[in-house]
């Protein structure tokens, strides 16, 4: 099977900065607008970070005779107006929000102790049918009724909490570390949309959320460990299957049922992989007849700074899931490139993946997956900046293509256009010394 994706999107990605000489510093904030113009999102870090893979961003690593503490706190919101095609199509607003934040502090000359926060208020700022997006699938609402054709809230507020510990091995960037989260990421799965800079531009999650890409990213009593050798990184972790209730204010622990695996290969400056692999136990909580999936992915991931100015990113994904609904492997393929220059943003996102006629409700002869097509185009253009921060204005047309069989239900191939405000930014505050 071949697929040709062609797209062209644009993202801001906020990335925060270390004060680098070694004399005494006080505290400093580091601003939105200091730290893009230092890094471009193109993974440049200072000698006082390394670049965390599973949150594309940098982060702290001790260094010897440099006592360090910091604080951080990122936010990306949209306000969305959606106008939808087909009986299946809405019209409503919705706000997919997410917040992030970190304080840490080195402990002696090799130990990074750092506390993560991932916050969301999507339970009471999305419809009570969810986020509108046609073909979407996953999970159930207050009234135990699935999302079909909308994207369901994250776990709020507390969408991940980590604890964890950076030890710093050898030459920098070799690092391992070690974490425990209530909720938070498993290693399985690409990057999270909500930290890839070629999706946080885009208000909706991706169709392939719950095929292999994006579980991972809200697991449940996490216990993790990774390890950098050089350009190779490998990670493992244990966690509880079960997935989170959208709908519920809670903080479940659970016993360690399920293991997974992820290993990252930076190629060159400009070029990683991942692949993954995930042994998941009971998955669904009303459905216990689902005694376990696996989950599956491989992403590549590219970016570069162009002569003319333009900063690309591009990201592909395959995701699988075996034995989810009745099936026995699911596949789904995301493409995503990003183009940004200062105040522009052009973006898109085209998806090729597996629905069944039973995930749409649609009925059918049989059970059999059909392959789905949905191709995003975007832009977004920054109006205004602050210190911390930017408001940005943009639009979105989706085209779904979809199989004969689907037709009737959604009358045709279906067309969908957002118009959004989007408010981005971070800031960071941090304290260095040396002896």
């Known amino acids: 099977m071949r697929i040709l994706f062609i797209g062209l999107i644009a993202t801001f990605v906020s990335e925060a900065a270390f004060a680098q000489d070694h004399d005494h510093h006080p505290t400093q904030s580091v601003t939105t607008e200091e730290s893009s113009n230092r890094s471009s999102g193109l993974r440049e870090c200072s000698e006082m970070e390394v670049w965390d893979y599973s949150h594309s961003m940098c982060m702290p690593l001790a260094m010897a005779g440099m006592p360090m503490q910091m604080a951080m706190l990122h936010y990306n919101s949209f306000f969305v107006q959606t106008f939808a095609e087909g009986p299946r199509g809405r019209n409503e607003f919705s706000i997919p929000n997410m917040f992030m934040a970190d304080v840490g502090s080195s402990i002696g000359d090799h130990h990074y102790l750092n506390l993560e926060l991932m916050g969301t208020f999507e339970r009471w700022t999305f419809p009570e049918d969810g986020y509108p997006e046609l073909l ?58 909500m930290h890839r800079p070629t999706s946080m531009v885009n208000p909706d999650a991706p169709l392939g959320h719950h095929i292999g890409q994006d579980l991972g990213h ?35 622990v659970g016993n360690p049922n399920s293991s997974s695996a992820r290993l990252t290969q930076e190629f060159s400056k400009h070029l990683y992989a991942m692949s993954s692999a995930a042994y998941v136990k009971s998955p669904e909580p009303h459905e216990p007849e689902l005694d376990h999936i696996w989950r599956y992915s491989a992403s590549v991931y590219y970016d570069r ?37 200062k105040n522009q943003n052009i973006w898109s996102r085209i998806e090729y993946l597996q629905r069944t006629p039973g995930e749409l409700q649609i009925p059918a002869r049989n059970s059999e997956p059909r392959w789905v097509t949905a191709a995003t185009f975007g832009y977004t253009h920054r109006t205004t900046s602050w210190d911390f921060g930017y408001l940005g204005v943009g639009a979105s047309v989706t085209k779904n293509i979809l199989p004969s069989e689907f037709h009737s239900t959604y009358s045709g191939d279906p067309l969908t256009v957002k118009i959004f405000l989007q408010a981005n930014g971070s800031t960071m505050w941090n304290t260095t010394a040396s002896d």
């Open 136 to 193: 979407q699938i996953g999970e159930e609402n207050a009234r135990h009724k699935p999302y079909v054709d909308a994207q369901h809230p994250h776990s709020s507020p507390i969408m991940g909490l980590t604890l964890s510990d950076t030890i710093t091995l050898g030459n920098r960037p070799d690092h391992a570390k070690l974490w425990f989260a209530p909720r938070g990421q498993s290693t399985d799965g690409p990057i999270p949309f």
């Open 218 to 252: 809200i697991a449940s009593t996490v216990l993790g460990s990774s390890i950098r050798f050089g350009e190779t990184t490998i990670e493992a972790s244990i966690f509880n299957g079960t997935e989170p209730e959208p709908t519920k204010v809670d903080l479940p």
């Open 305 to 341: 700074t162009l002569d003319s100015g333009w900063a690309l990113h591009n990201a592909f994904i395959w995701g699988l899931v075996n034995f989810y609904d009745d099936i026995s492997a699911l596949n789904s393929f995301n493409e995503e490139i990003s183009i940004v220059r």
